[in-house]
């Protein structure tokens, strides 16, 4: 059995020497070879230049393949997968068309894991575990009205007047900033065409007080259901967005209103061009401290009372291991991978899991990788 590990890039290396330095098989796949050499190559003799057919010709019935490429490329990986008996792993949101693979991969006996990465994926946990600690609390209640929050972001150690650097892919970032968002906000949907016009502060409860700037990120409606709320729940706010430091939207504001601008494919190259300087002007220099943090909340009220009010929080920044991205994405990534290995994940196509022994295991690890995180009962 090989892991057939595609891409080295910003979000890569930790978990994928993790494996390695496991003594796992491991084929690494890149299309610079190079660059695959300089991140892995001490450790790892068999690096070889990425393509899709390289890659499917190469898969054996019980493999691995992980795909830590542009999400575009996701459903093809997982389709060559499925053709060649091999399981497929991602750290990204499942897209509809890999959705509609499911019951090939139940059919087969093979597992496609995704979103078990950062964010996706470490704040599915934690919110899977505050919902399971709610329904077992002396709080649970029909009745109880549920307000839910869960704010991920990658911001830099040191404030830069851009109040942001880039750890991940420039241009994901901007296409992130074009996206419409819907989420549940005083018991009324929210839709917003772009992330600035619905930019809110958030007081973060970390050992030194530190507020942020947030906005709602995609769709939310669907975690619902992924986090097990019941239908008949009363939810007031259920929101999963991304996290700022404050003063980034007035920084960015130049940005905002250019990209009001773009459309069609000259909007599209010139938002290649915006990804280009800004990574020119914005990256991380060597050694440079990025930071990663993440805030996952649920709150029960009874009679306008809180009756349960815990809050995951993680506060995590680069040091001598790397960057805190690159841990946050790949070592659960690597888990994951290591998951199927033993069987503890059904066949079919799955998002982080639900099982209370795999998410515990998985937390304990995780919580090496940060510098601070911590499960935060606000009512005690």
Request: glycine share 8%; aromatic share 10%; hydrophobic share 40%.
């Amino acid at each position: 059995m090989t892991i057939h590990w595609c891409g080295t890039g910003l979000s890569s290396v930790p978990g994928l020497r993790r494996l390695i330095e496991g003594g796992h098989q491991v084929t690494v796949w890149n299309r610079t070879v190079d660059k695959a050499r300089e991140a892995v190559g001490d450790i790892c003799p068999d690096i070889r230049a990425y393509s899709l057919e390289a890659l499917t010709a190469a898969l054996q019935p019980g493999d691995i393949a992980v795909s830590m490429l542009p999400a575009d490329q996701h459903v093809a990986i997982a389709t060559a997968c499925l053709g060649a008996g091999a399981h497929f792993v991602s750290s990204s949101y499942i897209a509809p068309e890999m959705r509609a693979l499911d019951q090939g991969f139940r059919e087969a006996g093979l597992v496609s894991f995704n979103e078990i990465g950062l964010d996706p994926g470490i704040d599915h946990m934690m919110a899977h575990d505050l919902v399971a600690r709610y329904r077992a609390s002396p709080a649970y209640h029909a009745d109880n009205i549920l307000s839910f929050t869960s704010y991920c972001g990658g911001v830099p150690k040191i404030a830069n007047p851009f109040r942001y650097k880039f750890s991940w892919a420039p241009l994901g970032v901007l296409k992130a900033l074009r996206s419409p968002s819907r989420s549940l906000r005083n018991f009324s949907e929210l839709r917003v065409q772009r992330p600035w016009d619905a930019i809110t502060t958030y007081d973060a409860p970390l050992p030194q007080p530190e507020t942020f700037e947030v906005y709602p990120n995609r769709d939310s409606y669907p975690f619902l259901q992924d986090y097990r709320f019941d239908a008949d729940w009363k939810v007031r706010d259920f929101v999963r967005g991304t996290i700022r430091l404050n003063g980034w939207a007035e920084a960015w504001a130049p940005v905002f209103r250019e990209i009001e601008t773009l459309e069609g494919p000259a909007g599209d190259a010139r938002l290649a061009e915006m990804a280009a300087e800004f990574v020119r002007d914005n990256s991380y220099a060597p050694g440079e401290p990025d930071r990663v943090v993440l805030f996952v909340t649920l709150k029960a009220e009874h009679d306008g009372q809180p009756v349960f009010h815990e809050t995951w929080a993680m506060d995590a920044w680069g040091d001598a291991r790397g960057t805190a991205m690159a841990r946050l994405v790949s070592v659960p990534v690597s888990l994951g991978i290591e998951s199927i290995l033993n069987r503890e994940v059904p066949a079919g196509v799955h998002p982080a899991p639900h099982d209370p022994r795999l998410i515990a295991r998985w937390m304990d690890k995780i919580g090496t990788l940060a510098q601070y995180m911590a499960r935060i009962d606000h009512l005690a």
